[in-house]
């Protein structure tokens, strides 16, 4: 009886099963304005291109509702001097988003001069700040290098006191989603990241 009973559920066991196919789908990703100027300050929204590079010397905001995307291979440097009072900040206060792809990184950075060893902790810029009511910061395949700078009048009172160095990325959108994906965070001067509420991503 129980060799009947093998012989006979056996197969059909083995007719059940097909081989699995999976398909992931493409994000589908519209491109806002394109930004032409290649010096940003204050209100920013829109897209910075592929291939291209811009500068920030003041602090730079996304106002809430509005994104900033930077397409593959786009650079963004900041000209500041490591003071309180020159060390530009991105302020998120609506989306932020680096798409820098595994063949074409993007780099928020400083200067070529500046990039070097010894500058390092010298905290040129601000960082990414994201606030309570931010929207997004989704980065991904991006260095983001020597910041921390000194907190200035435009720094978030809630996480820093004057004077004190900022991360490279900060957020405290109990409600948002702050995602770190294939990228580097280098020559900090304090955390390269400091996440006080959110929903949180990192991954490679």
Known sequence: TYIFF???????????????????????????????????????????????????????????????????GSRLIALGDGSASASPQITVNGTFISLGTKDNHNFITVPDADRKLENIGKGFWGGIQGGPESGDIIIKWTHLEFAGGPAGSGADPAVYKAGDPRYTIAYTNMNGNCILEDSWIFGSTDDGMRILSGKISIMR
Do not use: R, W
């Not at 806002?32 to 209100?43: E, K, M, R, V, Y």
């Not at 897209?47 to 905001?61: A, V």
């Not at 509702?65 to 930077?70: K, P, S």
């Open 6 to 72: 093998l012989i006979v559920i056996t197969p059909s066991l083995f007719s059940c099963h097909k081989e699995e196919t999976v398909n992931i789908s493409k994000p589908n990703i519209s491109a806002g304005q394109a930004i032409t100027s290649d010096t940003l300050s204050g209100s920013i929204k829109g897209t910075l291109l592929s291939g291209k590079t811009y500068y920030f010397k003041k602090d730079i905001t996304i106002n809430a509702g509005d994104t900033l995307l930077m397409q593959s």
